[in-house]
């Protein structure tokens, strides 16, 4: 079971895509996943004390994989990043995933 777990919405080029993000936090490391566009990927990153977060992962979708590295802060509750890939660049924002059955 991971310890966090957020509802997401991405703002894209093409429209906001909807999924989740779960992960864990052992001594400033966070490892989890990211659920989106039907695929579920392993994320890895940072996070201070403070909340101030570094995350890459990657997101598959029907045309090619993306590598996607983010940065910002979870904090009061709310997840919000500022990501980055090859080609663009989108927000990441979230709530507390309530009744949480990943891991």
Not at 30 to 56: A, K
Not at 58 to 83: E, P
Not at 89 to 94: K, V
Request: glycine share 12%; charged share 15%.
């Amino acid at each position: 079971m991971y310890e966090n777990a957020y509802n997401i919405l991405m703002q894209t080029p093409v429209g906001v895509k909807y999924g989740t993000i779960s992960f864990n936090v052992t001594d400033g490391k966070i490892s989890g996943e990211m659920d989106m566009l039907n695929h579920c990927e392993p994320i890895t990153g940072t996070i201070d004390e403070f909340g101030y977060c570094h995350i890459t992962g990657q997101i598959v979708t029907i045309v090619r994989n993306i590598d996607f590295k983010a940065t910002g802060r979870i904090y009061n509750g709310n997840l919000n990043l500022s990501a980055r890939g090859e080609r663009n660049a989108f927000e990441i924002t979230g709530v507390p995933l309530k009744n949480c059955t990943h891991g």
